[in-house]
């Protein structure tokens, strides 16, 4: 079932502009939905909403889009650099891996209650109120995003080819090929970290709640499994 699916979007990406474009949307939405290192960053960002208490959709809306602004903005330099390098795209090391897997079983255990790390939020409203974490959502997503490289670019490769195919030719298409695929990857996170805030606004949660507890406790215990499976898959 799968496979029909991408061997479908994958032949779409030659089809009309229209069907490429939707094509390329949706190759990103099932890029972080089926992929267990993309998939992390949805807990990531649902466990660091959750972590700062009640706080308004738009915010929200925000923090998740900088969080994955960071992801992005990594990546593009990842796949600059190691392209001149004449590497595989987002072949940075094992070490990126280590790094990353240890910030994440950091977080995560944090997320637990076992850690304190102010700069992420936790539960002084007094801090939070000073502190907007949007430079916290932003940093957590370029770190996060080194970790995303080589499983980022094996997931564009038939998107890559085309836009390498187009480049010669139709270069703002094949860039908006890219930008179809960005805007379906990372729709998924930020719809996750809106939503947080939708759900915790309608049961009335705030940092304190049993049920926001229990979140955050799930969410860190999937970021700390992330962070053991990038630290393996480092080897």
């Keep these: ?24 949307f949706t190759w990103g939405i099932l890029s972080i939905i089926l992929s267990p290192c993309h998939l992390a960053s949805i807990p990531l960002i649902v466990g660091f909403i959750n972590d700062r208490g009640k706080m308004t959709t738009k915010k929200s809306f925000f923090l998740s889009l900088l969080f994955s602004a960071g992801i992005l903005i990594t990546i593009g330099f990842i796949g600059i650099i190691t392209g001149m390098m004449g590497r595989m795209l987002g072949n940075i090391g094992g070490f990126a891996n280590y790094f990353v897997a240890g910030i994440l079983i950091i977080i995560g255990l944090h997320l637990v209650g076992l850690v304190p790390l102010p700069f992420f939020g936790g539960i002084d409203q007094e801090k939070i109120g000073r502190d907007n974490g949007y430079l916290a959502a932003l940093m ?8 995303m ?6 997931y564009m490769a038939p998107v890559l080819a085309v836009v390498f195919s187009l480049s010669a030719k139709e270069f703002w298409y094949g860039l908006l090929l890219l930008l179809a ?3 379906g990857h990372f729709s998924v996170v930020v719809f996750a970290g809106t939503f947080t805030e939708k759900v915790q606004s309608y049961l009335n949660w705030n940092e304190t709640s049993a049920g926001a507890c229990w979140i955050r ?19």
Aim: charge should be neutral.
């Design 181 to 183: 695929y960005a805007l």
């Design 217 to 235: 406790k799930i969410c860190g215990i999937l970021v700390i499994i992330t962070g053991i499976y990038l630290m393996w898959g480092g080897e």
């Design 1 to 24: 079932m799968i496979i029909e699916i991408f061997t479908t979007l994958s032949k779409a990406l030659y089809s009309n502009h229209v069907a490429a474009m939707a094509a390329a």
């Design 149 to 154: 490289g080589p499983c980022t670019f094996a």
């Design 140 to 147: 957590i997503g370029l770190i996060f995003g080194l970790a």
